[in-house]
Nanobody, 120 residues
Framework: QVQLVESGGGWVQPGGSLRLSCLAS????????LAWYRQAPGKERELVAQ???????NYADSVRGRFTITRDNAKNTLYLQMNSLKPEDTALYYC??????????????WGQGTQVTVSS
């Protein structure tokens, strides 16, 4: 059973940077997708960035060019480097991994979330 633990959130001024980390305990299959989601107050959870087994990445339009998702397999850790942060990036950020099992059923594992607040 995989468990995900995020860290690295905090408060930063607009234009600043933060790096989120997500440490995974347990084996993550090669078919798993690793991702960061976020949820702002009163809004639905949204995909921020994801990295697929082969290393290809996808980003939300709102963060493309500012955020970078990477993984360190040796450390079992997923990262999200966030630069040029804006107040609208304020949210609870979640680490996620999922895979599709038999019948196309999606199986998700979520971390507990780490708060990012961007304000002056």
């Amino acid at each position: 059973q995989v468990q995900l633990v995020e860290s690295g959130g905090g408060w930063v001024q607009p234009g600043g940077s933060l790096r989120l980390s997500c440490l995974a305990s347990g084996r993550i299959g090669s078919g798993n997708v690793l991702a960061w989601y976020r949820q702002a107050p009163g809004k639905e959870r949204e995909l921020v960035a994801q990295i697929i087994g082969g290393g290809s990445t996808n980003y939300a339009d709102s963060v493309r060019g500012r955020f970078t998702i990477t993984r360190d397999n040796a450390k079992n850790t997923l990262y999200l480097q966030m630069n040029s942060l804006k107040p609208e990036d304020t949210a609870l950020y979640y680490c996620n991994t999922f895979y599709y099992g038999y019948g196309g059923i999606r199986y998700d594992t979520w971390g507990q979330g780490t708060q990012v607040t961007v304000s002056s």
